[in-house]
């Protein structure tokens, strides 16, 4: 397969531009240099795909609840590939989920919702108890040590565009340890 004219230098060209579909035609099947274009135009095709929000989730957890008790954190680590955001986040446990802060002011703790938490690329944000943190809210049920939690948390990009991952995260016992757990 060649490209037809002019598709290689709109295939570069698209690189930096919003993805396009190019013709391709068939007019030597068989040779060599059709096959080394036609790879070419498949490769760089994909490279023109704008890149999403490529974020690893890692140790991530929730801490159990008792009777009766209707919030209680997870916690994770996250690391983005590019500039990212965690912008919402979502579990069929809980009624409501934000994204909080716990900070210092003027001497005392306080916690807060925050619209979203900056990902700088290459770079891991820890959701740990006593600092960031997705708060799940009017639980649903109990959660016990033993029991994994989904949890969809959403991202977007530097361009504003969002992708969503779910997390399984396990349950750990209410006196859980403040740190992170470490596998």
Do not use: C, N
């Not at 801490?63 to 954190?73: D, L, M």
């Not at 770079?123 to 960031?132: H, M, N, Q």
């Amino acid at each position: 397969w060649d490209l037809t004219v002019g598709a290689y230098d709109r295939l570069l060209a698209a690189a930096s531009a919003r993805p396009r579909i190019f013709a391709l035609a068939h007019p030597h099947e068989g040779t060599a240099m059709s096959s080394k274009l036609s790879f070419l135009g498949l490769v760089l095709a994909f490279i023109a795909a704008p890149a999403l929000a490529q974020v690893t989730v890692s140790d991530a957890w929730v801490r159990g609840t008792v009777p009766g008790q209707k919030a209680t954190g997870a916690f994770m680590s996250l690391k983005s590939a590019s500039d990212a955001a965690l912008v919402s986040a979502s579990s069929p446990v809980a009624g409501i989920v934000e994204i909080h802060e716990m900070a210092m002011e003027g001497g005392v703790m306080k916690m807060r919702a925050v619209p979203k938490l900056p990902l700088p690329a290459g770079k891991p944000v820890d959701l740990k108890p006593g600092g960031y943190h997705v708060m799940l809210m009017d639980l649903k049920q109990q959660l016990k040590e033993g029991d994994t939690v989904p949890v969809t948390l959403a991202f977007t990009d530097k361009d504003g565009k969002k992708v969503t991952q779910e997390v399984k995260a396990p349950v750990k016992a209410l006196t859980a340890p403040a740190g992170m757990p470490k596998h």
